[in-house]
């Protein structure tokens, strides 16, 4: 059986037929209620009526219509603007009563909604069993298979979100739509920037992480609403419920000021101390660390050493929140304000915070993902605070370039199958496309920083863009087969790991059925090692989830390897 579509109901005025005047009855009126509806009781005049209903009837809150059941109250007791059908109806009978049977055809047969308790065979819908916080309502439904369960499931998940959660929402969205209205008037739009989240279960778009040039103007205008949309995804969630309206001011400030130019650098968006407040009278020092795949358990004990003894932490925005959860409340966070086309802007930023926090004799920790000198511009990192008289300290990381592809069961190398291992960028500088690697069959490459313009990457390796300036150099004798297998993996190490494996010929078209959720990162390999994996692949899930083991509630988790549910799902495109 398919699960259930879900959806949230705008309920204001809409009536409630609820049939019955026992206590779930009176449960279902003050539901009702709650979400703006009127409920009409329909039950004999005779009937015994539970006291807290009878209370609601008194006050006024609910209609009883003193009588049994009859099929044309459906369409005489609704709304006027919907010729007079009721919007729902509720029958509190129990699914063994022959009138909770008749009650349910007649519904369907008009196409009413309608709902029979326990019995999911009777019913077009069920309840959730709600979370409410503000504008955040979250529902957990067992598809009438067992309703104390998901109350109890309901209540797990709440219990591990952070406090004031549903006021960040409500800040959240109204800096949405300032953001809208502010740059559609100032820009001249011709198009509304709004990003269309309807809150819905699709995946994130594959474009979510597109490549963006300095030249193009169009993007840099929504730079904001772009911005918005990547803090949302990313930052961890105790970060996000601790934004005030005084937050979001001086971040649209910093970016109404010039929207195609470069950003003026802000505060941080929590309640730490910035960087000149006082600064503690230990000797000054720069850490550059590489915080691995994903997993916390992953983490070096020196990375972690840095985490809790830092004064000031400057981290990529794809370091998942497990991770960040690590920081001492105490600790004064920037989060850097990475996306598609702002990227040399927000390095530059990151870098000024920096050197400010190591004059003001802080311990700085930089924190990258993966291996802060696999693609993570350690290197310029170093030479920079160098250059101004700071050695740093560098500790290495596990790099997603060979742990990603454990996780997803495929060996990097296999004697007799792959003898290689090439690790390459999928975008150079600037966003200018590197040259291809040529094909070698016992060679096992791997693209970071590729996923955002994977289309023109293998274009490029197959030969399909051979003609074109920005392919490079290829010869047919190195071009890749399109049959090569490859696969995608996305937040490895991490609860909500995802692995899309395929074809060069299909991978694209895949990763834009199933959308993008960065980090990740591609992997091609040799069909003999594709045979192989196969074979390890169930020693890959125990690894990845030994690397999860003992992470309670854990949520989703930029270096270089910037393209890296608790049921880890597996996508085959063929």
Not at 268 to 274: F, I
Not at 457 to 478: F, R
């Amino acid at each position: 059986m398919p699960p259930p579509l879900l959806t949230a109901h705008d309920a204001t005025g809409h009536v409630h037929l609820i049939i019955g005047s026992n206590p779930l009855a009176s449960a279902r009126c003050t539901r009702s209620i709650e979400v703006g509806a009127k409920p009409k009781v329909v039950a004999p005049a005779d009937a015994e009526v539970h006291y807290a209903l009878m209370k609601r009837i008194e006050d006024g809150e609910v209609e009883w219509i003193r009588q049994t059941f009859e099929e044309e109250m459906l369409t005489a007791l609704g709304r006027v603007e919907v010729d007079n059908v009721v919007d729902a109806v509720f029958v509190t009978l129990g699914g063994k009563k022959a009138s909770s049977t008749h009650i349910s055809t007649v519904c369907r047969r008009r196409r009413i909604p309608v709902n029979v308790v326990d019995a999911p065979n009777l019913s077009t819908f069920t309840l959730l069993s709600t979370h409410s916080d503000g504008p955040l309502q979250i529902g957990i439904t067992t598809s009438g298979k067992g309703c104390k369960l998901a109350a109890r499931i309901r209540r797990e998940v709440a219990s591990t979100l952070p406090p004031n959660l549903g006021a960040a929402v409500e800040r959240l969205g109204t800096m949405r739509r300032r953001i809208w209205e502010e740059d559609h008037r100032a820009l001249e739009l011709e198009d509304p920037i709004l990003d269309g989240d309807d809150d819905d279960g699709t995946p994130q778009k594959s474009t979510f992480n597109q490549l963006v040039s300095d030249a193009d103007l169009s993007a840099a205008k929504t730079r904001r609403i772009r911005w918005l949309s990547q803090i949302c995804e990313y930052w961890p969630l105790r970060r996000l419920a601790s934004i005030t309206d005084e937050d979001i001011d001086k971040v649209l400030q910093s970016y109404t000021n010039n929207p195609v130019g470069p950003m003026n650098p802000t505060p941080s968006l929590n309640s730490s101390p910035p960087p000149h407040n006082n600064p503690p009278a230990q000797k000054p020092q720069i850490i550059l660390a590489g915080s691995g795949p994903g997993s916390p358990h992953l983490l070096t004990l020196a990375t972690h050493r840095a985490i809790l003894t830092a004064t000031i932490i400057l981290t990529d925005k794809l370091v998942p929140s497990p991770i960040l959860d690590l920081i001492p409340r105490r600790t004064a966070v920037h989060i850097a304000r990475k996306f598609p086309g702002n990227a040399e802007a927000a390095q530059t930023e990151l870098l000024t915070l920096g050197l400010d926090a190591l004059k003001a004799g802080h311990t700085v920790l930089r924190l990258k993902q993966g291996d802060p000198y696999i693609y993570g511009r350690g290197g310029e990192e170093f030479a920079f605070f160098r250059d101004h008289g700071y050695d740093p300290v560098v500790l290495p990381g596990v790099t997603s370039a060979l742990s990603a592809p454990l996780f997803a069961a495929i060996p990097a190398t296999h004697r007799a199958v792959a003898d290689q291992v090439l690790i390459c960028t999928g975008t150079g500088r600037h966003g200018i496309p590197p040259h291809p690697p040529p094909y070698v069959r016992s060679q096992t490459v791997v693209f970071l920083m590729a996923l955002h313009r994977l289309a023109a990457l293998v274009h490029a390796l197959t030969g399909a863009a051979a003609s074109s300036p920005s392919a490079g150099p290829s010869t047919p004798a190195s071009h890749w087969p399109p049959a090569t297998p490859c696969a995608v993996v996305e937040r490895a190490s991490c609860p909500d790991q995802r692995v899309i494996r395929s074809t060069l010929g299909d991978v694209v078209a895949a990763v834009e059925e199933e959308g993008s959720r960065p980090p990740g990162l591609l992997v091609g390999c040799g069909e003999g090692l594709e045979e192989e994996s196969e074979g390890a692949e169930h020693a890959g899930e125990e690894a990845a989830d030994a690397a999860a083991e003992g992470e309670e509630a854990e949520e989703e988790g930029e270096d270089g390897e910037e393209e890296g549910d608790e049921d880890k799902r597996e996508h085959e495109a063929r």
